[in-house]
């Protein structure tokens, strides 16, 4: 193969993703506690549950922390 083949192949293969691989997981980990959050919520029993009125909006105010958080952190490269 000549030079320019293959910086080429070496190029396609290193593409340029906005967010790194642990941004990426704590957006996924983020999703999860506010789906957690958002469960811990449901229910048709006492409306006015220390759960439902206290801690479920707490960890959905944590599983957004979480996602600007992924979203504001830098990349290592």
């Known amino acids: 193969m000549s030079k320019d083949k293959m910086s080429k192949k070496i190029d396609a293969d290193e593409k340029d993703y906005v ?22 919520m449901s229910g048709s029993e006492d409306i006015f549950d220390f759960r439902k009125l206290t801690l479920a909006p707490i960890v ?18």
């Not at 967010?19 to 811990?40: H, S």
Request: overall charge positive; aromatic content about 12%; proline content about 0%.
């Open 19 to 40: 967010f790194g691989k642990e941004n990426y997981l704590l957006m996924i980990a983020g999703i999860v506690i506010i789906f957690v959050g958002f469960v811990l």
């Open 60 to 77: 959905v105010l944590i599983g957004f922390i979480v996602e600007i958080v992924a979203i504001m952190k830098k990349t290592k490269s």
